[in-house]
């Protein structure tokens, strides 16, 4: 996918579920850091960066969710029981992306606790 970080990041804020987490990076729309932990009017989740990517992991729990690299460096969250791997469309160049893809195609972030 082509989105850039903003769009991932505002992805991630609009699906049910979303929640800040302690430890998470906030970025706001000039691409600074806004802080972390704490709810900002106009701040999306770095989706590009390790901590953020870790408590988007988090709140995937619930979905069983699977990480892993692809060949040439691509990452998947394959999430549920069977661990089906996931179409091309879900693949993302940091984890933390393909954290956000993955709750966009299960349509919610489905829990993790901070």
Do not use: H, K
């Amino acid at each position: 996918m082509s989105r850039t970080a903003e769009e991932w990041g505002r992805l991630a804020v609009s699906l049910p579920g979303w929640r800040w987490m302690r430890g998470s990076r906030a970025l706001t729309g000039r691409g600074n850091p806004a802080g972390s932990g704490a709810l900002f009017a106009d701040a999306w989740p770095d989706p590009d960066d390790p901590a953020t990517a870790g408590c988007l992991l988090a709140m995937l729990e619930a979905a069983n969710p699977r990480p892993y690299r692809r060949p040439g460096g691509l990452w998947v969250v394959a999430t549920g029981a069977g661990f089906a791997v996931e179409p091309d469309s879900l693949q993302a160049r940091t984890l933390g992306r393909a954290c956000i893809a993955a709750a966009e195609a299960l349509g919610r972030w489905p829990g993790g606790v901070a």
